[in-house]
Antibody
Framework: QVQLQESGPGLVKPSETLSLTCTVSGGSISSYYWSWIRQPAGKGLEWIGR???????NYNPSLKSRVTMSVDTSKNQFSLKLSSVTAADTAVYYC??????????????WGQGTMVTVSS | SSELTQDPAVSVALGQTVRITCQGD??????ASWYQQKPGQAPVLVIY???NRPSGIPDRFSGSSSGNTASLTITGAQAEDEADYYC????????????FGGGTKLTVL
């Protein structure tokens, strides 16, 4: 079955760029949307954005100016870069597969999540 | 602030039925999906589309929708259903963006 695994630094300094990679195993990355979602401690889920395997992207308007996503189909990976981070970006970051059923979206497979702390 | 509104907390007696709701303008156009999240774990999809359950999700979980309100119903709640529940849908911008509700903490008494 398809599994997702996030990887990247757990500690990022303020004003620097957060970089995470999600590796897809047990299946192909092709022909799906792939999203990043984050969750600050004790708070709710926030969608960051998505990328299709063609490279097309959609970003949360509130984060759009700082977010860049990319995909590497040869490695079955997709990535997130979030620039100019502050303490407010401290959260568990999840990658997830997104499926569309009759015009409605759902995240059917999630990674285990990776904690990223922004601190000097 | 979230464009989807959920009650912060709901409780249910063991074996009884509970409804968790999600309100928002986008739900007049799109069905909500629902996720269960237990402490320290990633969310798990429990309902998507009109009323679809992924493989492995018990049939005591069901979804419905009316107007701007989506509902997740657990019929015969079990102790293992105690968790946070989140709804999500496309937003109402038409730009294929996603919004989540703030989450509902379900306590099984």
């Amino acid at each position: 079955q398809v599994q997702l695994q996030e990887s990247g630094p757990g500690l990022v300094k303020p004003s620097e760029t957060l970089s995470l990679t999600c590796t897809v195993s047990g299946g192909s990355i092709s022909s799906y949307y792939w999203s990043w979602i984050r969750q600050p401690a004790g708070k709710g889920l926030e969608w960051i954005g998505r990328i299709y395997t063609s490279g097309s992207t959609n970003y949360n308007p509130s984060l759009k100016s700082r977010v860049t996503m990319s995909v590497d189909t040869s490695k079955n990976q997709f990535s997130l870069k979030l620039s100019s981070v502050t303490a407010a970006d401290t959260a568990v970051y999840y990658c997830a597969r997104e499926v569309t059923v009759a015009g409605d979206d759902a995240f059917d497979i999630w990674g285990q999540g990776t904690m990223v702390t922004v601190s000097s | 602030s979230s464009e989807l509104t959920q009650d912060p907390a709901v409780s249910v007696a063991l074996g009884q039925t509970v409804r968790i709701t999600c309100q928002g303008d986008s739900l007049r156009s799109y069905y909500a999906s629902w996720y269960q999240q237990k402490p320290g774990q990633a969310p798990v999809l429990v309902i998507y589309g009109k009323n679809n359950r992924p493989s492995g999700i018990p049939d005591r979980f069901s979804g419905s929708s009316s107007g701007n309100t989506a509902s997740l119903t657990i019929t015969g709640a079990q102790a293992e259903d105690e968790a946070d529940y989140y709804c999500n849908s496309r937003d109402s911008s038409g730009n294929h963006h996603v919004v989540f509700g703030g989450g509902t903490k379900l306590t099984v008494l």
